[in-house]
Protein backbone atom coordinates (compact mmCIF):
# COMPACT_ATOMS: atom_id res chain seq x y z
CA UNK A 1 0.00 0.00 0.00
CA UNK A 2 1.37 3.11 -0.77
CA UNK A 3 2.12 5.69 2.03
CA UNK A 4 1.90 9.40 2.36
CA UNK A 5 4.55 12.05 1.94
CA UNK A 6 4.09 12.47 6.05
CA UNK A 7 4.81 8.37 7.09
CA UNK A 8 7.50 8.05 4.51
CA UNK A 9 8.97 10.84 5.93
CA UNK A 10 8.67 9.79 9.36
CA UNK A 11 10.27 7.09 7.82
CA UNK A 12 13.20 8.56 6.81
CA UNK A 13 14.24 10.57 9.80
CA UNK A 14 13.19 8.41 12.88
CA UNK A 15 16.73 6.90 13.74
CA UNK A 16 19.48 8.98 15.68
CA UNK A 17 17.52 12.48 16.78
CA UNK A 18 17.88 13.17 12.65
CA UNK A 19 13.85 14.26 12.71
CA UNK A 20 14.72 16.70 15.69
CA UNK A 21 17.40 18.33 14.23
CA UNK A 22 15.11 19.48 11.06
CA UNK A 23 12.83 21.32 13.28
CA UNK A 24 15.82 23.44 14.27
CA UNK A 25 16.73 27.15 13.57
CA UNK A 26 20.33 26.44 12.97
CA UNK A 27 23.11 28.78 13.91
CA UNK A 28 22.59 32.20 12.16
CA UNK A 29 23.68 34.23 15.64
CA UNK A 30 26.96 32.62 15.32
CA UNK A 31 28.17 33.31 11.40
CA UNK A 32 26.66 36.72 11.27
CA UNK A 33 24.38 35.72 8.53
CA UNK A 34 20.49 36.94 8.49
CA UNK A 35 18.07 34.96 5.98
CA UNK A 36 18.25 36.67 2.96
CA UNK A 37 16.07 36.89 -0.22
CA UNK A 38 16.49 33.66 -2.37
CA UNK A 39 19.11 33.67 -5.21
CA UNK A 40 19.80 31.24 -7.74
CA UNK A 41 22.86 29.07 -6.68
CA UNK A 42 23.96 28.46 -10.46
CA UNK A 43 27.27 29.50 -11.11
CA UNK A 44 27.47 30.75 -7.98
CA UNK A 45 31.02 32.22 -7.38
CA UNK A 46 32.13 32.34 -3.25
CA UNK A 47 34.69 34.83 -1.88
CA UNK A 48 38.07 32.50 -2.58
CA UNK A 49 39.54 31.09 0.57
CA UNK A 50 43.28 31.55 0.80
CA UNK A 51 43.34 28.64 2.78
CA UNK A 52 40.54 25.91 3.21
CA UNK A 53 39.72 24.70 6.67
CA UNK A 54 37.62 21.65 7.33
CA UNK A 55 35.94 20.22 9.61
CA UNK A 56 35.25 16.70 9.35
CA UNK A 57 32.34 14.32 11.26
CA UNK A 58 32.36 11.07 11.06
CA UNK A 59 35.02 9.49 10.62
CA UNK A 60 34.01 5.76 11.12
CA UNK A 61 34.27 4.33 7.72
CA UNK A 62 34.18 7.10 5.16
CA UNK A 63 35.76 9.50 7.09
CA UNK A 64 39.25 8.83 8.19
CA UNK A 65 40.59 8.73 4.42
CA UNK A 66 39.05 12.13 3.99
CA UNK A 67 41.29 13.03 7.08
CA UNK A 68 43.79 11.61 4.72
CA UNK A 69 43.32 13.38 1.35
CA UNK A 70 42.19 16.44 2.59
CA UNK A 71 45.55 16.76 4.74
CA UNK A 72 47.78 16.52 1.17
CA UNK A 73 45.93 19.21 -0.62
CA UNK A 74 48.36 22.45 -0.14
CA UNK A 75 46.40 25.21 1.68
CA UNK A 76 43.71 22.83 3.24
CA UNK A 77 43.90 22.56 6.99
CA UNK A 78 41.67 19.88 8.79
CA UNK A 79 41.51 22.25 11.68
CA UNK A 80 38.65 20.10 13.41
CA UNK A 81 36.83 16.10 13.93
CA UNK A 82 33.72 14.91 15.30
CA UNK A 83 32.47 11.80 15.68
CA UNK A 84 30.07 9.49 18.57
CA UNK A 85 33.92 7.56 19.97
CA UNK A 86 36.26 9.49 21.40
CA UNK A 87 39.32 6.60 20.13
CA UNK A 88 37.84 7.33 16.23
CA UNK A 89 38.70 10.93 16.78
CA UNK A 90 42.17 10.51 18.57
CA UNK A 91 43.16 7.87 16.32
CA UNK A 92 42.67 10.91 13.03
CA UNK A 93 44.17 13.43 15.58
CA UNK A 94 47.74 10.97 15.69
CA UNK A 95 47.46 10.70 12.07
CA UNK A 96 47.84 14.02 11.60
CA UNK A 97 50.37 14.92 14.87
CA UNK A 98 52.33 12.00 13.34
CA UNK A 99 52.83 13.84 9.95
CA UNK A 100 53.92 16.69 11.54
CA UNK A 101 50.41 18.68 11.62
CA UNK A 102 48.68 20.92 14.39
CA UNK A 103 46.36 18.77 16.09
CA UNK A 104 42.56 19.72 14.96
CA UNK A 105 39.63 20.11 17.55
CA UNK A 106 38.30 17.14 19.15
CA UNK A 107 34.54 17.05 19.34
CA UNK A 108 32.96 13.68 20.28
CA UNK A 109 31.26 12.44 23.48
CA UNK A 110 27.28 13.27 22.18
CA UNK A 111 25.12 13.09 19.13
CA UNK A 112 24.97 16.84 18.89
CA UNK A 113 28.52 17.58 19.53
CA UNK A 114 29.09 18.00 15.45
CA UNK A 115 26.95 20.91 16.26
CA UNK A 116 29.85 22.69 17.86
CA UNK A 117 32.08 22.57 15.31
CA UNK A 118 29.50 23.83 12.95
CA UNK A 119 29.55 26.97 15.04
CA UNK A 120 33.35 27.21 15.23
CA UNK A 121 34.76 30.58 13.28
CA UNK A 122 37.69 28.19 12.76
CA UNK A 123 36.14 26.10 9.99
CA UNK A 124 35.34 27.02 6.51
CA UNK A 125 34.29 23.78 5.07
CA UNK A 126 32.14 21.09 6.66
CA UNK A 127 32.71 17.74 5.53
CA UNK A 128 29.70 15.40 6.30
CA UNK A 129 31.09 11.35 6.83
CA UNK A 130 28.38 9.81 8.55
CA UNK A 131 24.91 7.40 8.42
CA UNK A 132 22.32 8.88 5.94
CA UNK A 133 20.14 9.94 7.80
CA UNK A 134 22.06 12.77 9.41
CA UNK A 135 23.32 14.47 6.30
CA UNK A 136 20.72 16.77 5.62
CA UNK A 137 20.58 17.95 9.06
CA UNK A 138 24.45 18.23 9.21
CA UNK A 139 24.45 20.48 5.71
CA UNK A 140 21.84 22.64 6.61
CA UNK A 141 23.01 23.26 10.26
CA UNK A 142 26.69 24.00 8.54
CA UNK A 143 25.34 26.52 6.13
CA UNK A 144 23.09 28.29 8.18
CA UNK A 145 26.47 28.38 10.61
CA UNK A 146 28.03 29.97 7.20
CA UNK A 147 29.69 27.13 6.31
CA UNK A 148 30.21 25.39 2.79
CA UNK A 149 28.70 21.90 3.27
CA UNK A 150 30.12 19.02 1.47
CA UNK A 151 27.88 15.36 2.80
CA UNK A 152 28.33 12.29 1.40
CA UNK A 153 26.04 10.31 -0.65
CA UNK A 154 22.73 10.57 -0.95
CA UNK A 155 22.79 13.96 0.50
CA UNK A 156 19.31 13.86 1.18
CA UNK A 157 16.22 10.42 1.81
CA UNK A 158 13.08 12.81 0.92
CA UNK A 159 12.01 15.33 -1.27
CA UNK A 160 11.35 17.62 1.63
CA UNK A 161 14.99 17.31 2.64
CA UNK A 162 15.94 18.04 -1.13
CA UNK A 163 14.23 21.07 -0.93
CA UNK A 164 15.61 22.28 2.32
CA UNK A 165 19.32 21.94 1.39
CA UNK A 166 18.27 23.87 -1.87
CA UNK A 167 16.42 26.73 -0.01
CA UNK A 168 19.16 26.91 2.56
CA UNK A 169 21.92 27.20 0.37
CA UNK A 170 19.82 30.26 -1.80
CA UNK A 171 19.36 31.93 1.51
CA UNK A 172 23.00 31.52 3.19
CA UNK A 173 25.09 31.63 -0.11
CA UNK A 174 27.07 28.77 1.19
CA UNK A 175 27.99 25.69 -1.03
CA UNK A 176 26.28 22.45 -0.38
CA UNK A 177 28.21 19.18 -2.48
CA UNK A 178 27.48 15.73 -2.51
CA UNK A 179 30.67 14.44 -2.90
CA UNK A 180 30.25 12.27 -5.38
CA UNK A 181 33.23 10.51 -5.65
CA UNK A 182 32.47 8.32 -9.34
CA UNK A 183 32.04 11.55 -11.23
CA UNK A 184 35.45 11.63 -11.04
CA UNK A 185 37.01 7.97 -12.34
CA UNK A 186 39.12 8.04 -14.60
CA UNK A 187 36.43 5.93 -16.97
CA UNK A 188 33.41 8.86 -16.38
CA UNK A 189 35.93 11.80 -16.96
CA UNK A 190 36.95 9.91 -20.40
CA UNK A 191 33.64 9.41 -21.17
CA UNK A 192 32.44 13.07 -20.27
CA UNK A 193 35.81 14.61 -22.54
CA UNK A 194 34.01 12.07 -25.78
CA UNK A 195 30.75 13.84 -24.93
CA UNK A 196 32.21 16.89 -24.90
CA UNK A 197 34.31 16.77 -27.84
CA UNK A 198 31.32 15.52 -29.75
CA UNK A 199 32.85 12.03 -30.39
CA UNK A 200 29.63 9.73 -30.01
CA UNK A 201 27.21 12.44 -31.27
CA UNK A 202 24.01 13.68 -30.16
CA UNK A 203 23.15 11.99 -26.49
CA UNK A 204 20.52 9.74 -26.68
CA UNK A 205 20.35 7.47 -23.87
CA UNK A 206 22.34 6.52 -21.00
CA UNK A 207 22.60 3.63 -17.72
CA UNK A 208 23.67 4.21 -14.33
CA UNK A 209 23.51 1.46 -11.49
CA UNK A 210 24.81 0.54 -7.96
CA UNK A 211 25.53 -3.38 -8.08
CA UNK A 212 27.70 -4.29 -4.82
CA UNK A 213 27.34 -7.46 -2.86
CA UNK A 214 26.27 -5.92 0.34
CA UNK A 215 24.79 -8.29 2.43
CA UNK A 216 27.39 -9.70 5.10
CA UNK A 217 28.19 -5.98 4.97
CA UNK A 218 24.40 -4.98 5.97
CA UNK A 219 24.47 -7.87 8.51
CA UNK A 220 27.70 -6.94 10.31
CA UNK A 221 27.01 -6.11 13.74
CA UNK A 222 29.16 -2.82 15.90
CA UNK A 223 31.52 -5.46 17.00
CA UNK A 224 32.12 -6.44 13.54
CA UNK A 225 33.14 -3.36 12.31
CA UNK A 226 29.46 -2.94 10.68
CA UNK A 227 27.15 0.01 9.83
CA UNK A 228 26.83 1.78 13.47
CA UNK A 229 24.21 0.01 14.72
CA UNK A 230 22.72 -1.53 11.05
CA UNK A 231 21.24 1.49 9.53
CA UNK A 232 21.68 0.12 6.15
CA UNK A 233 19.36 -3.07 7.13
CA UNK A 234 17.24 -0.78 9.15
CA UNK A 235 16.52 1.00 5.64
CA UNK A 236 15.98 -2.10 3.95
CA UNK A 237 13.22 -2.68 6.75
CA UNK A 238 11.53 -0.02 6.02
CA UNK A 239 11.94 1.07 2.08
CA UNK A 240 11.60 0.31 -1.40
CA UNK A 241 12.80 1.95 -4.60
CA UNK A 242 16.35 3.16 -5.00
CA UNK A 243 17.99 4.18 -1.77
CA UNK A 244 21.67 4.63 -3.23
CA UNK A 245 20.82 5.98 -6.48
CA UNK A 246 24.19 8.59 -7.15
CA UNK A 247 26.94 6.66 -7.78
CA UNK A 248 26.23 5.71 -11.38
CA UNK A 249 23.54 8.74 -11.66
CA UNK A 250 25.84 11.52 -10.99
CA UNK A 251 28.21 11.21 -14.13
CA UNK A 252 25.46 10.05 -16.58
CA UNK A 253 23.77 13.28 -15.48
CA UNK A 254 26.97 15.35 -16.30
CA UNK A 255 27.35 13.61 -19.76
CA UNK A 256 24.07 14.93 -20.58
CA UNK A 257 24.04 18.36 -19.28
CA UNK A 258 21.19 18.01 -16.54
CA UNK A 259 20.63 21.26 -14.97
CA UNK A 260 22.74 22.69 -17.30
CA UNK A 261 20.08 22.70 -20.55
CA UNK A 262 18.43 19.50 -19.96
CA UNK A 263 15.97 18.43 -16.92
CA UNK A 264 14.56 15.09 -15.84
CA UNK A 265 10.94 15.33 -17.02
CA UNK A 266 9.54 11.57 -15.12
CA UNK A 267 10.18 8.56 -14.19
CA UNK A 268 8.97 5.05 -13.54
CA UNK A 269 10.39 2.38 -11.24
CA UNK A 270 10.06 -1.27 -10.74
CA UNK A 271 11.31 -3.30 -7.93
CA UNK A 272 11.85 -7.18 -7.89
CA UNK A 273 10.86 -9.52 -4.33
CA UNK A 274 13.28 -9.84 -1.58
CA UNK A 275 15.60 -12.43 -1.22
CA UNK A 276 18.96 -12.15 -1.12
CA UNK A 277 19.13 -10.32 2.98
CA UNK A 278 16.72 -13.15 4.36
CA UNK A 279 18.54 -16.17 2.85
CA UNK A 280 21.84 -14.28 4.11
CA UNK A 281 20.54 -13.76 7.24
CA UNK A 282 19.24 -17.15 7.39
CA UNK A 283 22.79 -18.22 7.12
CA UNK A 284 24.15 -15.86 9.43
CA UNK A 285 21.60 -16.33 12.52
CA UNK A 286 19.51 -19.45 11.29
CA UNK A 287 16.35 -19.98 9.02
CA UNK A 288 14.39 -19.50 12.69
CA UNK A 289 15.84 -16.45 13.59
CA UNK A 290 14.55 -12.99 14.05
CA UNK A 291 16.97 -11.92 11.37
CA UNK A 292 15.80 -14.42 8.60
CA UNK A 293 12.03 -14.12 9.30
CA UNK A 294 12.10 -10.16 9.54
CA UNK A 295 10.32 -8.29 6.65
CA UNK A 296 12.71 -6.95 4.36
CA UNK A 297 10.68 -4.27 2.07
CA UNK A 298 13.88 -3.16 -0.17
CA UNK A 299 13.66 -5.57 -3.40
CA UNK A 300 16.82 -6.80 -4.90
CA UNK A 301 17.03 -5.39 -7.90
CA UNK A 302 15.45 -2.22 -8.40
CA UNK A 303 15.24 -0.50 -12.09
CA UNK A 304 13.95 3.17 -13.02
CA UNK A 305 13.75 4.68 -16.12
CA UNK A 306 13.73 8.67 -16.39
CA UNK A 307 12.60 10.82 -19.31
CA UNK A 308 14.49 14.26 -19.77
CA UNK A 309 12.48 17.53 -21.25
CA UNK A 310 14.71 16.50 -24.23
CA UNK A 311 13.56 13.49 -25.18
CA UNK A 312 16.47 11.45 -23.71
CA UNK A 313 16.12 8.24 -21.29
CA UNK A 314 18.45 7.23 -18.51
CA UNK A 315 18.12 3.61 -16.75
CA UNK A 316 19.41 3.46 -13.04
CA UNK A 317 19.64 0.09 -11.09
CA UNK A 318 20.30 -0.86 -7.76
CA UNK A 319 20.87 -4.45 -6.00
CA UNK A 320 23.00 -4.31 -3.06
CA UNK A 321 21.71 -7.98 -2.22
CA UNK A 322 22.31 -10.75 -5.53
CA UNK A 323 25.37 -12.41 -5.98
CA UNK A 324 27.31 -10.11 -9.03
CA UNK A 325 30.53 -8.43 -9.48
CA UNK A 326 30.30 -5.40 -8.96
CA UNK A 327 28.69 -2.73 -11.48
CA UNK A 328 28.09 0.95 -12.25
CA UNK A 329 27.18 0.18 -16.02
CA UNK A 330 28.39 3.83 -16.61
CA UNK A 331 26.94 3.53 -20.55
CA UNK A 332 26.21 6.70 -22.59
CA UNK A 333 25.49 6.27 -26.27
CA UNK A 334 24.92 8.84 -28.45
CA UNK A 335 23.87 8.85 -32.61
CA UNK A 336 28.10 8.42 -33.43
CA UNK A 337 28.53 5.54 -31.15
CA UNK A 338 28.72 4.71 -27.57
CA UNK A 339 30.82 3.84 -23.81
CA UNK A 340 30.45 1.23 -21.66
CA UNK A 341 31.95 -0.16 -18.89
CA UNK A 342 33.08 -2.95 -16.59
CA UNK A 343 34.72 -3.45 -18.80
CA UNK A 344 35.34 -0.12 -20.55
CA UNK A 345 34.42 -0.79 -24.41
CA UNK A 346 33.83 1.50 -27.10
CA UNK A 347 32.35 1.22 -30.37
CA UNK A 348 32.49 4.70 -33.21
CA UNK A 349 30.69 5.04 -35.96
CA UNK A 350 31.11 3.36 -38.89
CA UNK A 351 32.19 0.19 -37.05
CA UNK A 352 29.35 0.18 -34.73
CA UNK A 353 28.72 -4.10 -34.60
CA UNK A 354 31.97 -4.15 -32.83
CA UNK A 355 33.81 -2.97 -29.77
CA UNK A 356 37.43 -1.39 -30.47
CA UNK A 357 40.24 -3.47 -30.48
CA UNK A 358 42.31 -3.15 -27.41
CA UNK A 359 44.72 -1.46 -29.34
CA UNK A 360 42.77 1.20 -30.60
CA UNK A 361 41.21 1.46 -27.23
CA UNK A 362 44.46 2.63 -25.73
CA UNK A 363 45.22 4.89 -28.45
CA UNK A 364 41.42 6.66 -27.91
CA UNK A 365 42.32 6.84 -24.27
CA UNK A 366 45.22 8.79 -24.84
CA UNK A 367 44.13 10.83 -27.17
CA UNK A 368 40.61 12.00 -25.01
CA UNK A 369 42.00 11.31 -21.10
CA UNK A 370 40.89 14.15 -19.08
CA UNK A 371 43.25 16.67 -18.54
CA UNK A 372 42.62 16.59 -14.75
CA UNK A 373 43.45 12.75 -14.65
CA UNK A 374 46.31 13.54 -16.56
CA UNK A 375 47.76 16.33 -15.18
CA UNK A 376 46.53 14.75 -11.24
CA UNK A 377 46.52 11.30 -11.84
CA UNK A 378 49.69 9.98 -10.54
CA UNK A 379 49.03 12.07 -7.70
CA UNK A 380 45.78 10.41 -6.80
CA UNK A 381 46.69 7.23 -6.88
CA UNK A 382 49.23 7.70 -4.56
CA UNK A 383 46.68 9.45 -2.26
CA UNK A 384 44.02 6.40 -2.74
CA UNK A 385 40.68 6.51 -2.31
CA UNK A 386 39.08 4.27 -4.93
CA UNK A 387 41.65 4.17 -7.09
CA UNK A 388 42.36 8.28 -6.79
CA UNK A 389 38.67 9.37 -8.18
CA UNK A 390 38.04 10.74 -4.45
CA UNK A 391 41.53 12.97 -3.97
CA UNK A 392 40.82 14.61 -7.47
CA UNK A 393 36.76 15.32 -6.30
CA UNK A 394 38.50 16.94 -2.63
CA UNK A 395 41.07 18.44 -4.83
CA UNK A 396 38.65 19.91 -6.88
CA UNK A 397 36.23 20.95 -4.37
CA UNK A 398 39.38 23.05 -2.75
CA UNK A 399 40.48 24.07 -6.17
CA UNK A 400 37.00 25.54 -6.82
CA UNK A 401 37.03 27.17 -3.15
CA UNK A 402 40.31 28.45 -3.36
CA UNK A 403 39.55 30.50 -6.27
CA UNK A 404 36.53 31.44 -6.00
CA UNK A 405 34.85 29.07 -8.66
CA UNK A 406 30.99 27.10 -9.10
CA UNK A 407 31.61 23.91 -7.86
CA UNK A 408 31.07 20.81 -10.32
CA UNK A 409 28.16 19.32 -8.36
CA UNK A 410 26.12 22.35 -7.15
CA UNK A 411 22.98 22.59 -4.72
CA UNK A 412 20.75 21.70 -7.55
CA UNK A 413 22.74 18.47 -8.98
CA UNK A 414 22.95 17.31 -4.85
CA UNK A 415 19.00 17.46 -4.76
CA UNK A 416 17.94 15.90 -7.75
CA UNK A 417 20.33 13.24 -7.90
CA UNK A 418 19.20 12.31 -4.02
CA UNK A 419 15.67 13.40 -5.19
CA UNK A 420 15.14 9.55 -6.61
CA UNK A 421 15.28 7.88 -2.88
CA UNK A 422 11.80 9.24 -2.76
CA UNK A 423 10.65 9.54 -6.32
CA UNK A 424 11.49 5.79 -7.11
CA UNK A 425 9.78 4.78 -3.94
CA UNK A 426 6.91 6.47 -5.16
CA UNK A 427 6.60 4.51 -8.16
CA UNK A 428 7.31 1.34 -7.03
CA UNK A 429 4.10 1.98 -4.40
CA UNK A 430 1.78 2.74 -7.38
CA UNK A 431 2.95 0.24 -9.46
CA UNK A 432 5.56 1.23 -11.33
CA UNK A 433 3.17 4.42 -12.56
CA UNK A 434 5.23 7.86 -13.71
CA UNK A 435 6.49 10.16 -11.29
CA UNK A 436 6.96 13.63 -12.33
CA UNK A 437 10.70 15.01 -11.42
CA UNK A 438 10.64 18.39 -9.66
CA UNK A 439 12.91 20.88 -11.33
CA UNK A 440 15.05 21.98 -8.11
CA UNK A 441 16.40 24.89 -10.33
CA UNK A 442 13.51 26.66 -10.63
CA UNK A 443 13.96 27.22 -14.39
CA UNK A 444 18.13 28.05 -14.25
CA UNK A 445 18.43 25.11 -15.91
CA UNK A 446 17.75 26.50 -18.98
CA UNK A 447 20.38 29.24 -19.00
CA UNK A 448 23.00 27.29 -16.85
CA UNK A 449 26.45 26.33 -18.62
CA UNK A 450 27.52 23.17 -18.88
CA UNK A 451 30.65 21.44 -17.28
CA UNK A 452 33.48 22.35 -18.59
CA UNK A 453 36.70 19.98 -19.03
CA UNK A 454 38.08 21.18 -15.65
CA UNK A 455 41.23 21.34 -14.35
CA UNK A 456 43.35 22.55 -11.25
Not at 29 to 57: C, D, H, N, Y
Not at 353 to 358: S, T, V
Amino acid sequence: MMRNRREFLKGAVCAGGAAAMLGQTGCTTFSGLTAQRRKSMVGFRAEPLEKVRVGVIGVGHRGPGAVGRLSRIPGVEVRAISDLFEDRVAKQIKSLTDKGLPAPEAYFGSQDRWRDLCESNEIDLVYICTPWLWHTPMAVYAMQCGKHAAVEVPAAMTLEQCWLLVNTSEETRRHCMMLENCCYGYNEMLALNLCRKGVLGDLVHGEAAYIHDLRMSKLRENNENGYQGQWRLEWSKQHTGNPYPTHGLGPVCQYMDINRGDRFEYLTSVSSNQFGISQAAAEKYGKDSPQAKMRYRLGDMNSTLIRTYRGRTILVQHDTTSPRPYSRINLISGTRGILADYPLRVALAPNTHNWMKDSELEELKAKYVHPLWDKKGEAAKKAGGHGGMDFLMDLRLCHCLQNGLPLDIDVYDTALWSSLVELTEQSVERGGKPVDVPDFTRGAWKVAEPLGIVTV
